[in-house]
Each structure stands twice: as structure tokens, then as C-alpha cells.
């Protein structure tokens, strides 16, 4: 079955929310990406599934040129709007697709997927595209994240689903995903890098209240808005206070919760 997330339509939905609430969750990970690959200030950068520029907009601060490419169109809306409210020059969006990159061979000293390859339909096709735009010696950092089980938070969001969507399936482990780290390298190196490394990191996030924490994430969250379209108004408003209920019941304000990711990197 097709994954949903791996289309473009829930992204274009929720790309407002999403640029508004997630960085505080996605921009640790894009500055360790970042470090890990380490571009020299003449380098030019891409930043494949780029969102609203969670990590080009660091890069295009460290970097000569960054080009951002992403399916949802909303999403580079988003992105060049934070590109020239800021006043970089050296930045190029466009709307396009990671398993068929519109760049000629080797044009990249570093390449960059953060959270965006692990939908891809095709992520052999995703990998292999990443592989041919860098020189050689380039570096490719790509980001998924981990099982589910691993993290306090997206435990307890799972479990808030569940309140308003009881017929909504436990996540399960998913051993030929990327949440899996030696698949992670496999496909890495049948891409053809080397030097492959992928570790895990983990961050912490709290929040001031249970309704604080509730906004965030209902207008940050794709899944959230596929199941909204599937129900009308009234049914919506009964499931959205369960939810919440459940998670005022479970959540208490400034508790710590955690997220952990793979950062997987090879180099060309």
C-alpha cells in the first residue's frame, strides 16, 4: 500500500503549520547535519526534500550556494519567502523531485535529505541521485527518524492519535525501512558511497502545557491533517478533544520528552 505522505498534497496542506512549529524539533538534527559534513565556505550545497528550508537556511549562511529542491509546492513558497526576508542572494528552490534530480553529474560538494528520502517511493532511486550530483569526495547526510518505540515523544503522540482514531494501528518496527540502521548503510553503500557511517541522536523537548504542545503538533503534522480530511466538521471537533483530553491527562507542563534520528553519511 502506498504510503500517503509520499505524495505532495498533505505537505501542501500543512506547510504553514508546519514551517511555524516543527524547527524546534527539526533544527537540531539539520546544525548536526551540518557539522557532521562540514561544506567549506566556497562550497555549493543541496538540501533534497528541503521543506521550508530547515536546513538550507543554516547552510546558506555557512556556504557560497545552496540549491533546495521539494514536491510540495507550498513548501518552496515557504522556503523562498524565509530566503529573502533574510537576504540571501545565494539560494535557488525549485519544486521537483529527489529520485530525479534536475542537476548534471557531479555538481555538489555536499548533499543533504533530512527527513525527506525515508518517504521516497523509490529510496534505492533517491540514494543513487544523491551518489551522481556530488563530486567525488563529496559528502551526502541523510536523516530518518528511529523506531518510534525509541522516543518518548512520538511514543506519546502515537498514543494520542489513538484516543480520537481507535481503529488506528500501534506503530510497528519496520525492518526494511531506514528506521532500521543496517539497512540504513546497505542502501547507502549500493548507492556507491564509502566511508558510511550512521549513528543515532537524540534530543529533548518540553513544553509549557498539554494545549501548548497539542497546537504545535496539530497544525505541524501531516498525518494529522490526512485523517482530518477523512471526517466531516462535527466528527473532527469530537475526535480533536479526545485527543487533547488525552493528552492533558498524560502530559505534564515542562516534562521532558524525547525524539531520537539516524543520521546516515557516505561519501562519493
Known amino acids: ?26 533544527l537540531p538534527f539539520a546544525v548536526l547535519a551540518l557539522a557532521q559534513a ?36 507550498a ?21 521537483g523531485d529527489g529520485q530525479r534530480l534536475p542537476f548534471a553529474d557531479n555538481e555538489f560538494d555536499a548533499a543533504f535529505s533530512m527527513f525527506g528520502l525515508m518517504f521516497f517511493p523509490d529510496r534505492p532511486a533517491g ?38 482514531n ?3 494501528p500501534r506503530p510497528q518496527p519496520n525492518p526494511d525501512s531506514l528506521e532500521n540502521p543496517e539497512v540504513f548503510d546497505a542502501e547507502l553503500r549500493a548507492a556507491g558511497f564509502t566511508d558510511v557511517t550512521v549513528q543515532a541522536h537524540t534530543i529533548s523537548l518540553s513544553y509549557e502545557s498539554a494545549a501548548v504542545m497539542w497546537d504545535k503538533f496539530s497544525r505541524g503534522s501531516a498525518p494529522l491533517q490526512i485523517m482530518r480530511q477523512r471526517v466531516d466538521a462535527d466528527e473532527w471537533a469530537r475526535r ?3 485527543m487533547l483530553d488525552h493528552l492533558a491527562a498524560n502530559y505534564t507542563p515542562h516534562q521532558a ?7 546516515g553519511s557516505g561519501r562519493k
Open 166 to 168: 481507535p481503529d488506528m
Open 240 to 242: 480533536d478533544r479526545l
Open 257 to 263: 520528552l524525547t525524539t531520537t534520528a539516524w543520521l
Open 75 to 95: 513548501m518552496v513558497d515557504r522556503l523562498r519567502a524565509h530566503t529573502a526576508a533574510a537576504g540571501f542572494d545565494n539560494v535557488a528552490a525549485q519544486v
Open 1 to 26: 500500500m502506498s504510503n500517503p505522505l509520499a505524495a505532495p498534497d498533505p505537505w501542501d496542506v500543512v506547510a504553514d503549520g508546519y514551517d511555524e512549529v516543527t524547527p524546534d524539533m527539526m
Open 127 to 164: 540514494f543513487a541521485e544523491l551518489h551522481r550530483v556530488l563530486m567525488p569526495g563529496g559528502t551526502a547526510v541523510v536523516s530518518s527518524w528511529a523506531p518510534a518505540s525509541e522516543s518518548s515523544l512520538m511514543t506519546l503522540m502515537f498514543d494520542v492519535l489513538r484516543a480520537g
Open 38 to 73: 562540514d561544506p567549506a565556505a566556497d562550497a555549493r550545497v543541496l538540501d533534497v526534500a528541503a521543506g521550508p528550508g530547515t536546513l538550507t537556511l543554516p547552510a546558506a549562511a555557512l556556504v557560497d550556494r545552496v540549491d533546495a529542491i521539494d514536491f510540495s509546492p
